[in-house]
């Protein structure tokens, strides 16, 4: 399995969000109400949800497998598939959140020039908090791949380098 690179997530992120941007800014010039797809309140909330869940299971990995490399008496064990299933998730939950999170930042971006408008004000404090909350998510999945990594993952690559 191949590790996610950060400057994958970096460069979703950034082609995310200068679409967005521009796709913000077509939509207002053509139409004369500006009318913009909204952010969902609840789109903060969803990854805050993820980040959280991602990093409970980093901990909870973690505590597991220093308890096995330790022979810790009665220590659960942890099963290679669960833990491939787990960095699966993390590195999926990271691609789409840098997307989604540059998308938000596009959009947050353009209305920083509309803060005025009450509605629009809210809706780039909405995509503000969808923004930090992503980055958790690319945060938590890492912490999480990191956890999951064998040790001699780590001989292998300095090997080959």
């Given at each position: 399995m191949k590790q996610l690179r950060i400057r994958t997530l970096a460069g979703t992120f950034v082609v995310a969000g200068v679409l967005s941007w521009a796709l913000s800014k077509l939509l207002v010039s053509r139409d004369s109400l500006g009318t913009l797809p909204s952010v969902p309140l609840a789109?903060?909330?969803?990854?805050?949800?993820?980040?959280?869940?991602?990093?409970?299971?980093?901990?909870?990995?973690?505590?597991?497998?220093r308890a096995q490399r330790d022979r810790v008496?009665?220590?659960?064990?942890?099963?290679?598939?669960?833990?491939?299933?787990?960095?699966?998730?993390?590195?999926a939950s990271a691609?789409?959140?840098?997307?989604?999170?540059?998308?938000?930042?596009?959009l947050g971006v353009f209305l920083l020039s509309h803060l005025d408008v009450p509605a629009r004000r809210d809706q780039a404090i909405y995509a503000a908090f969808a923004v930090v909350?992503?980055?958790?998510?690319?945060?938590?999945?890492?912490?999480?791949?990191?956890?999951?990594?064998?040790?001699?993952?780590?001989?292998?690559?300095?090997?080959?380098?």
């Open positions: 789109a903060p909330i969803v990854l805050a949800i993820i980040a959280v869940v991602l990093a409970a299971t980093a901990f909870s990995l973690r505590s597991r497998l008496p009665g220590a659960k064990g942890v099963e290679p598939l669960m833990a491939a299933r787990a960095v699966v998730f993390g590195q691609l789409v959140s840098s997307l989604v999170s540059g998308v938000y930042a596009g909350a992503g980055i958790a998510v690319i945060a938590a999945a890492l912490f999480l791949e990191r956890v999951c990594k064998l040790p001699e993952d780590e001989d292998t690559e300095g090997a080959a380098a």
